[in-house]
């Protein structure tokens, strides 16, 4: 917010929940700043409270920013005991490569942020309208720079592309205090940003032809890297990828991002703020629901785009090489680093962290953590890499996760490898029914069905999300469930693990106890008419809409 200079307003002065938590005013700063005020609607409803500002059951929640996905064991574990000790006891890895403690008092957020900052992490820019988290391939694969070059740039980025701290209640000793003003004066003007941030948020992500793990084309600006005898050369800049959307506006829409140029890559960091910048100052601030740089470039057009970024930068961009994305890989299993160790990708249910229901991951993970001291790496797909480990170790960090209930990856079927939830209900203010909690139950029904269809080694990615907002990106995948209202989805279909394809809309308003048996038809044509070595995603691309719904 302009008018805030940067400052916490009245934040430090207003009540903590259950009360109405913050003004209008204080949610939006606590937003532009480190956390987020949430509604949790089930204690809301348990409590007999009707929906209303006033009536909320409110909490923070605090993202972590994890550039590149990449962290120490020691940070993971100082995480971990802040949510048990401050938070509500669980832990989510995003599908950004970041972290989220969910349920914050108030009265704990000083104290989350300090801990917090003390293990060398940190949260801020991690909402509101600035640059989001950068995201990288997390591998660590040693054997050629490639990977740790990516990562290199990817911490570059996330610095660069930060707001300067201003005088902020967790920014120093005097905004601890909690003073109206954050114990200082208005904050100087940030060069990049300037008063009012960016009309919206801005996703970076950095990635390989042969694993776009980080899905590049759903970026705001993505960085293709091209390589020669195992080195970056130099990346092909996508720009305008964007997932979210208002169910209705047509002037609202999923977009993949487009190849705009070729840079060197020490020229990158410049490039990206160059289409920053663009962003900042010609994006649109009057209608926030066309905020995104998405909406931009499909007004202009990429040659125009790409003129006033050459004109911010001052010298023209060769253009994009002729490369694309050809694979992805969730990483998941042993893999060897080519240093001497290994690393284990582990599949999260959704990304959430925890011990329930006779799994005890979290417990797990505290364990591995003390005893092997890992490293740790967060991946798109809601997965965690522990790294480093030495050869000896593995049979013991298989027997561990194993005693805590873990599955290992030879246990998890090829559609719960590939599927993703957003967290929707209870807290996600834009939710408008469930995803995290029911995509489970929709993966056990899936898992029955392509068992009796003959397709149980088949990879189809599901993603699924409680609102339109795409925050999985469930537009480009095989099988998008998107919120409608509550109980009811929209199916898309057609996208592709690839991320370079969008998914078209196949069928609305489905009540969630309907959404298999509405896809078992498309899944037994597929299995009958598919042509050799041809995916779900491209089979239904490749018939459209109206076959498949025929053939029902």
């Known amino acids: 917010m302009a008018e805030s200079h940067s400052l916490p307003g009245r934040i430090p002065e207003e009540p903590p929940p259950p009360v109405d938590p913050a003004s209008d005013e204080a949610a939006a700063l606590a937003a532009d700043d480190r956390v987020y005020v949430q509604d949790d609607r089930d204690r809301r409803r348990y409590l007999g409270a009707p929906s209303g500002r006033s009536d909320t059951v409110a909490s923070l929640m605090v993202r972590i920013g994890v550039p590149g996905g990449r962290l120490s064991g020691d940070q993971l574990l100082a995480t971990l005991d802040v949510c048990d000790e401050l938070g509500g006891g669980t832990l989510r890895a995003t599908s950004r490569q970041a972290l989220q403690i969910h349920f914050v008092p108030k009265r704990n957020i000083r104290e989350v942020l300090r801990r917090i900052d003390g293990a060398g992490l940190t949260t801020r820019a991690t909402n509101g309208d600035v640059r989001r988290n950068v995201m990288c391939c997390p591998a660590p694969y040693r054997r050629e720079p490639v990977h740790d070059q990516m990562q290199w740039l990817a911490l570059r980025l996330n610095e660069e592309l930060a707001p300067r701290p201003g005088n902020r209640p967790s920014d120093g000793a005097a905004g601890a205090a909690g003073s109206a003003d954050g114990g200082g004066t208005a904050a100087q ?22 694993d776009n793990c980080v899905d590049l084309y759903a970026q705001d600006a993505g960085l293709l890297a091209i390589c020669e005898n195992f080195n970056v050369v130099g990346y092909n800049v996508l720009v305008g990828g964007g997932m979210g959307m208002t169910p209705g506006d047509e002037n609202t829409f999923p977009a993949l991002a487009r190849p705009m140029a070729f840079t060197r890559p020490d020229q990158a960091i410049e490039v990206v ?16 629901s ?51 160790r290994w690393f284990y990708g582990l599949h999260l249910v959704n990304g959430r962290i ?38 000896e170790d593995r049979p013991g960090v298989e027997d561990l996760l194993r005693r805590h209930g873990v599955k290992s990856d030879h246990e998890i079927s090829s559609a719960r490898r590939w ?29 029955a ?104």
């Open 189 to 210: 003007v940030d060069p990049l940003y300037g008063k009012a941030r960016l009309p919206h948020r801005f996703n970076v992500g950095i990635g390989l032809p042969g």
């Open 354 to 391: 925890l011990d329930a229901d006779g799994l005890r991951l979290k417990s797990a993970l505290r364990e591995i953590c003390r005893k092997y001291r890992p490293a740790i790496a967060l991946t798109p797909g809601h997965g965690i890499l522990l790294c480093d480990v030495r050869w």
């Open 419 to 447: 599927s993703m939830a957003c967290v929707a209900l209870p807290t996600c203010s834009l939710a408008v029914t469930e995803s995290e909690r029911v995509l489970p139950g929709v993966i056990d029904q899936l898992e």
């Open 290 to 340: 066309r905020g995104r740089l998405k909406y931009l470039v499909a007004q202009w057009g990429v040659p125009k785009f790409k003129a006033q970024v050459e004109g911010y930068l001052g010298w023209t961009l060769p253009e994009p090489r002729p490369e694309g994305v050809w694979d992805v890989d969730d990483h998941v299993g042993w893999h060897e680093q080519g240093d001497g």
């Open 273 to 288: 703020k160059a289409v920053y910048a663009v962003h900042r100052d010609f994006g649109d601030r009057a209608d926030r």
């Open 449 to 552: 069905e392509m068992l009796r269809l003959g397709l149980a080694g088949e990879m189809i990615g599901v993603r699924m999300t409680g609102c339109s907002a795409g925050c999985v990106r469930p537009y480009t995948a095989e099988i998008g469930l998107v919120g409608r209202s509550m109980g009811r989805y929209a199916i898309y279909l057609g996208g592709r693990r690839l991320g370079d394809r969008l998914a078209f809309l196949y069928r609305d308003g489905v009540a969630l106890e309907r959404l298999v048996a509405t896809l078992v038809p498309v899944l037994a044509y597929f299995k009958e008419h598919r042509e050799a070595g041809e995916t779900f995603g491209d089979f239904c691309s490749r018939k459209g809409c109206q076959d498949l719904a025929r053939n029902e």
